[in-house]
């Protein structure tokens, strides 16, 4: 791998279709699957084998069908979980084994009433394990945000050791600032014997909406994989969105990181799965949302008609969406009533502009927005436009 290749890990069909009330059949997960490798992610975590027949099903049906991506199967650190996710890959022309376990003193406490070398045994047997299947096998330090960084790096190192190819580096609740985020990255680099043997992976929570800036210090700091989400969709708050990661990689170029996503596929892809999971997305939702690329601001719609690039740093056309859209709003000016009256056949002369954009604004306060309807029986109505017409 490239070392300025930041490989993209999607984890919708595993992590993002944790979100309640969103479970989707095994035939919904082989369009999605299908669909993302495709659309370039090196890695689909196609489910958690173990948890039920069905995901088994699902893992396994993907396994055969994608031609490309590496195909992953989550599992704790457990020797039947790891045997089943082995088993539900055995078809993938490239399996990787994704096994792990608690590492913050909160995990090992209260949820292992454990102690911290008996978790890195643990971690250890788990990973030798599925080293016995596959030969990628994924480690994940739960709630690494919050371990502490000592101590996750001596259980990487044991991993590591134990023949982990991949460190995931998990932010598990969504607490870490970036800047401590990617000091923890960065700390890894410099201090785990045989780091160079494996890829560190970031995979952050939204809890507190710094998913996408901890993902994207994470890979600043030297982490090589993210692990994310169609439309940032996931447990609780959801995961790093991968269409924003993705674009700022792209439109950063002097980060000399990048990925192999076919861009052009990303709102397609976002529909698709907001579709199939039957989840709304939010109009401001960067990249995909509806409003993305709209502009109902007078002084926008000016700057953006004169010259895309004034208010939009990405191409529409570069994530899959058709062209920017000019919405006409009582906060909308002069200009961007002309132009949409010529996308619709009226060519104004500056008297008749005045005088409709009064009739408009009139309008406008009555509606949240004004369409194309609206505009032709604005114009047809005004005194001006039928005498110079006329």
Same mark, same amino acid.
């Given at each position: 791998?490239?070392?300025?290749?930041?490989?993209?890990?999607?984890?919708?069909? @595993?992590?993002?279709?944790?979100?309640?009330?969103?479970?989707?059949?095994?035939?919904?997960?082989?369009?999605?699957?299908?669909?993302?490798?495709?659309?370039?992610?090196?890695?689909?975590?196609?489910?958690?084998?173990?948890?039920?027949?069905?995901?088994?099903?699902?893992?396994?049906?993907?396994?055969?069908?994608?031609?490309?991506?590496?195909?992953?199967?989550?599992?704790? #650190?457990?020797?039947?979980?790891?045997?089943?996710?082995?088993?539900? $890959?055995?078809y993938a022309k490239r399996a990787r084994i994704h096994t792990g376990i608690g590492t913050s003193d909160s995990h090992i406490k209260f949820?292992?009433?454990?102690?911290?070398?008996?978790?890195?045994?643990? +971690?250890?047997?788990?990973? &030798?394990?599925?080293?016995?299947?596959?030969?990628?096998?994924?480690?994940?330090?739960?709630?690494?945000? @919050?371990?502490?960084?000592?101590?996750?790096? @001596?259980v990487c190192e044991a991993v590591i050791k134990a023949g982990a190819t991949v460190l995931n580096i998990p932010d598990t609740t969504g607490?870490?600032?970036?800047?401590?985020?990617?000091?923890?990255?960065?700390?890894?680099?410099?201090?785990?014997?045989?780091?160079?043997? #494996?890829?560190?992976?970031?995979?952050? *929570?939204?809890?507190?909406?710094?998913?996408? +800036?901890?993902?994207?210090?994470?890979?600043?700091?030297?982490?090589?994989?993210?692990?994310?989400?169609?439309?940032?969709?996931?447990?609780? +708050?959801?995961?790093?969105?991968?269409?924003?990661?993705?674009?700022?990689?792209?439109?950063?170029?002097?980060?000399?990181?990048?990925?192999r996503i076919k861009t052009e596929m990303l709102y397609g892809i976002s529909q698709l799965v907001s579709d199939s999971m039957g989840i709304?997305?939010?109009?401001?939702?960067?990249?995909?949302?509806?409003?993305?690329?709209?502009?109902? &601001?007078?002084?926008?719609?000016?700057?953006?008609?004169?010259?895309?690039?004034?208010?939009?740093?990405?191409?529409?056309?570069?994530?899959?969406? /058709?062209?920017?859209?000019?919405? $006409?709003?009582?906060?909308?000016? @002069?200009?961007?009533?002309?132009?949409?009256?010529?996308?619709?056949?009226?060519?104004?002369?500056? $008297?008749?502009?005045?005088?409709?954009? /009064?009739?408009?604004?009139?309008? +406008?306060?009555?509606?949240?927005?004004?369409?194309?309807?609206?505009? *032709?029986?604005?114009?047809?109505?005004?005194?001006?436009?039928?005498?110079?017409?006329?």
């Open positions: 791998m490239s070392n300025n290749n930041v490989q993209i890990f999607d984890t919708t069909l @595993r992590d993002g279709e944790q979100v309640p009330g969103c479970k989707l059949n095994t035939e919904q997960k082989l369009i999605i699957a299908e669909q993302l490798d495709i659309l370039g992610v090196d890695v689909i975590e196609a489910g958690f084998p173990v948890s039920s027949p069905g995901d088994f099903k699902s893992v396994e049906a993907i396994s055969k069908i994608i031609k490309n991506a590496t195909v992953c199967g989550l599992t704790r #650190a457990v020797e039947n979980d790891i045997k089943v996710a082995a088993e539900a $890959l055995k949820k292992f009433n454990s102690n911290r070398e008996d978790i890195i045994e643990r +971690a250890v047997r788990a990973v &030798s394990y599925a080293k016995s299947f596959v030969e990628d096998v994924e480690f994940y330090a739960e709630d690494a945000g @919050r371990t502490d960084n000592d101590y996750l790096a @001596r607490y870490c600032l970036p800047s401590e985020y990617g000091a923890k990255i960065k700390y890894l680099k410099e201090n785990v014997k045989g780091i160079d043997k #494996a890829i560190l992976s970031c995979h952050c *929570h939204n809890d507190l909406g710094l998913a996408t +800036a901890n993902s994207i210090e994470g890979v600043i700091n030297g982490a090589r994989q993210i692990e994310c989400t169609i439309n940032g969709i996931g447990e609780r +708050a959801g995961n790093t969105a991968l269409e924003e990661v993705v674009m700022i990689l792209k439109q950063h170029p002097y980060l000399n990181l990048d990925t709304y997305t939010q109009p401001n939702k960067a990249i995909v949302g509806a409003n993305a690329f709209a502009h109902s &601001s007078g002084i926008h719609q000016d700057g953006v008609i004169k010259q895309r690039e004034t208010y939009e740093i990405i191409d529409p056309k570069d994530v899959g969406v /058709t062209e920017s859209a000019i919405v $006409l709003t009582a906060r909308s000016g @002069r200009a961007a009533l002309a132009y949409r009256a010529k996308n619709i056949g009226y060519e104004l002369t500056k $008297l008749q502009l005045d005088e409709i954009y /009064t009739s408009f604004l009139d309008f +406008a306060d009555t509606k949240k927005q004004v369409d194309d309807d609206d505009i *032709h029986q604005i114009i047809e109505k005004s005194k001006v436009y039928n005498e110079i017409s006329s």
